[in-house]
């Protein structure tokens, strides 16, 4: 960010701050590089400038959107992940939901809403991949 330049319109403290500008700079700044040097050179700087982040490990206790993880971690592993869901046959007010990993289901959860089923069931498949 100390080449960043902001013009004198512009709060200077606030643009340094905005994650919007972060995430386009260092968008800028792979595309500069991938065009000058290739893909594998933007390869290595990615790695490189993101290799805290990407050797993070995540666990359930600090997650609170389990569906985006697992999908995530699906993505990260190579694991098809599907969500299938539905009404409860024995209680119409219920939806139940499944994860299916590679076209095997993993596990399910159930909640007041369609979201919440979902969410239940992440949350379980988590705890198991």
């Known amino acids: 960010m100390q080449y960043l330049r902001v013009s004198s319109g512009n709060n ?18 792979v595309g500069a590089i ?4 290739g893909i594998d050179e933007s390869r290595k700087f990615i790695l490189r400038e ?3 982040e990407l050797s993070r490990t ?3 206790d600090n997650v609170t959107d389990f569906k985006s993880k697992l999908l995530e971690t699906a993505v990260r592993k190579g694991i098809k992940a599907e969500f299938i869901v539905g009404v409860s ?3 119409p007010k219920t939806f139940v939901a499944e994860v299916l990993l590679d076209g095997a289901v993993c596990a399910s959860g159930a909640g007041a809403s369609k979201k919440k089923a979902a ?5 379980a498949a988590l705890k198991k991949i």
């Open 119 to 123: 969410q239940s069931a992440a949350e």
């Open 12 to 29: 200077e403290t606030e643009v340094r701050e905005s994650k919007n500008i972060k995430e386009d700079l260092f968008e800028a700044l």
């Open 50 to 52: 993101l290799a805290d």
């Open 89 to 91: 046959p024995c209680d």
């Open 58 to 60: 995540y666990t359930v």
């Open 34 to 37: 991938a065009v000058d040097g």
